[in-house]
């Protein structure tokens, strides 16, 4: 079991930078990939990133790759979202997410998840 908690969201301006976290809790954490989604208003909640249990492979959709870099640290029970050049498409609540295998951006393969931080970016 996973209990996740995500914070660092905020309003902020193109073009600004945030870092979302997400401290998660249970004491098999690490043998999780984690990830994070986001959902705009009236879209569908989408795939960002992933991370593997060790923090060494990562996976990106495409919108955020370049922009947005996803860790780990383990000692801390911590997955970390920087999201740098940030523009309004960004907007959204995003989500924290574990999975017990595997990486990749297919929602329901994700077992536990937050309750989201909302990100909003200004023009």
């Known amino acids: 079991q996973v209990q996740l908690v995500e914070s660092g969201g905020g309003l902020v301006q193109t073009g600004d930078s945030l870092r979302l976290s997400c401290a998660a809790s249970?004491?098999?954490?690490?043998?999780?990939?984690l990830g994070w989604f986001r959902q705009a208003p009236g879209k569908e909640r989408e795939f960002v990133a992933v991370?593997?249990?060790?923090?060494?492979?990562?996976f990106y959709a495409d919108a955020v790759k370049g922009r947005f870099t996803i860790t780990r640290d383990n000692a801390k029970n911590t997955v970390y979202l920087q999201m740098n050049s940030l523009s309004p498409e960004d907007t959204a609540v995003y989500y924290c997410?574990?999975?017990?295998?595997?990486?990749?951006?297919?929602?329901?393969?994700?077992?536990?998840w937050g309750q989201g931080t909302q990100v909003t970016v200004s023009s």
């Open positions: 997410a574990a999975r017990e295998a595997g990486l990749g951006p297919v929602m329901k393969e994700y077992g536990y």
């Open positions: 249970g004491r098999r954490f690490v043998h999780y990939a």
């Open positions: 991370v593997s249990w060790s923090g060494a492979s990562t």
